[in-house]
């Protein structure tokens, strides 16, 4: 199970090499540039959450200076193909779940309604 941040920078990984069949080059600017505000990730933490994702194989890292700026070479692996499946599955997983619990909170207030009525019916 990834993290919060883990998820976000998959997210855009996944955006950028699934139509450079499963390859990009990016600078670590623009990666942190293309993280939502809402997410708080600083700097020193992006190499950190790279490396993991590249130890659960996800894809393969290669750190490379170009011209002076520094880029991350990345390659999808197996792993990071079907992460964008594994994150609809989960969103459908959470979506199945709220609608069970909200239709046996309603299946639960119809019963104790029906109760009511039948103690009201029997005790007059």
Known sequence: MLSKK????????YKRTHDNNGK?????????????????LTKEELPPIMQNLAYDEYFELVETEKKGE????????????AFQRAEEQRVR???????TKVGLTLLGVLLAWLLRFLIGLLTK
Do not use: N, W
């Not at 990009?24 to 990666?31: K, Y």
């Not at 520094?70 to 193909?81: P, R, S, V």
């Open 24 to 40: 990009c080059l990016v600078r670590p600017v623009d990666l942190m540039a293309s993280i939502p505000y809402t997410v708080e």
């Open 6 to 13: 883990e998820t976000v920078i998959m997210r855009e990984i």
């Open 93 to 99: 997983s959470r979506k199945s779940s709220i609608l």
């Open 70 to 81: 520094y880029y991350f070479c990345i390659t999808l692996l197996h792993k990071g193909f």
